[in-house]
């Protein structure tokens, strides 16, 4: 499975983007997929999974009630709506699939797409 990740931007404090995550490959509506980030200086966060049809979803706390993870099996595609963003999400956002779907700890990536960079001013 290849990735491709777009969306990123810069964006105040308050306000909102949507990230977008295309996948090649057959296998795509079988797969769990999250997205992930990476701010300056830091390790590599679990942001948010969502399994395979799309029927579940769990987030990091950092980012719950503001972001929503969410698919498009028909169009190979996953997306991370952003909203109420603060300075502190500035990151480089990463999606992946997943070895599996957990909604009780941030579960294991397996392949990893292209990073977006994602600036929020303050």
């Known amino acids: 499975v290849q990735l491709q990740a777009s969306g990123g931007g810069l964006v105040q404090a308050g306000g909102s983007l949507r990230l977008s995550c295309a996948a090649s490959?057959?296998?795509?509506?079988?797969?769990?997929m999250g997205w992930f980030r990476q701010a300056p200086g830091k390790e590599r966060e679990f942001v948010a999974a969502?399994?395979?049809?799309?029927?579940?979803?769990y987030y990091a706390d950092s980012v719950k009630g503001r972001f929503t993870i969410s698919r498009d099996n028909a169009k190979n595609t996953v997306y991370l709506q952003m909203n109420s963003l603060k300075p502190e999400d500035t990151a480089v956002y990463y999606c992946?699939?997943?070895?599996?779907?957990?909604?009780?700890?941030?579960?294991?990536?397996?392949?990893w797409g292209q990073g977006t960079l994602v600036t929020v001013s303050s």
């Open positions: 969502i399994n395979w049809s799309g029927g579940n979803t």
């Open positions: 992946a699939t997943l070895r599996y779907y957990s909604s009780v700890e941030p579960p294991p990536p397996v392949y």
């Open positions: 490959g057959r296998s795509f509506s079988t797969i769990a």
